[in-house]
Antibody, heavy 115, light 105 residues
């Protein structure tokens, strides 16, 4: 069974870049789809984007201008970069295996945008 | 944009059947998945491709998709099933419904 673990800063200043990494174990990241999802406190799930074999990407249209998802097969990790963050980007960020559906989810990491 | 609509809440008594709905204009043309999320926990996939259950999901969970409505059915609902449930589909991007809070009381 694939296991995923998010890591990165829990606090980011407004206008800066949010950067998170998802470490994958129990499976190779060289194939398949890998996703990022976020959830503001007390609210529903919001899809951020995904990356797939061949390093193609697909992002939510509302975030597309600010998001980059990349993959490092040597480290079996994939990453999320979200630029020009505001308080509205404060959320628990999850990484997941799969695109549709998302088969397995990481435990999530709370990222707060605040000065 | 394409939206998935779920009722915000549903209450059932233990042992009863819970039917959670998800509606969307193009839902019948695509696969629907369902996720269970308990407080403070990550979502768990409970149904994919409309009707399939991942390994380890109890068979009291079932799914259907007809017309513009997908339904997650929980037969013999148990207290442990109390959670938020999200439907999800694909339309050139991943789309989530707003979620239904299932209360078992």
């Amino acid at each position: 069974q694939v296991q995923l673990q998010e890591s990165g800063p829990g606090l980011v200043k407004p206008s800066q870049t949010l950067s998170l990494t998802c470490s994958v174990s129990g499976g190779s990241i060289s194939s398949g789809y890998w996703s990022w999802i976020r959830q503001p406190a007390g609210k529903g799930l919001e899809w951020v984007g995904l990356i797939y074999t061949g390093k193609g990407t697909n992002y939510d249209p509302s975030l597309k201008s600010r998001v980059t998802i990349s993959i490092d097969t040597s480290m079996n990790q994939f990453s999320l970069h979200l630029t020009s963050v505001t308080a509205a980007d404060t959320a628990v960020y999850y990484c997941g295996s799969g695109g549709s559906p998302i088969d397995y989810w990481g435990q999530g990491i709370l990222v707060t945008v605040s000065s | 944009s394409y939206d998935l609509t779920q009722p915000p809440s549903l209450s059932v008594s233990p042992g009863q059947t819970a039917s959670l709905t998800c509606s969307g204009d193009k839902l019948g043309d695509t696969y629907t998945s369902w996720y269970q999320q308990k407080p403070g926990q990550s979502p768990v996939l409970v149904i994919y491709q409309n009707t399939k259950r991942p390994s380890g999901i109890p068979d009291r969970f079932s799914g259907s998709n007809s017309g513009n409505t997908a339904t997650l059915t929980i037969d013999g609902t148990q207290a442990m099933d109390e959670a938020d449930y999200y439907c999800q589909a694909w339309d050139n991007r991943v789309i989530f419904g707003g979620g239904t809070k299932l209360t078992v009381l």
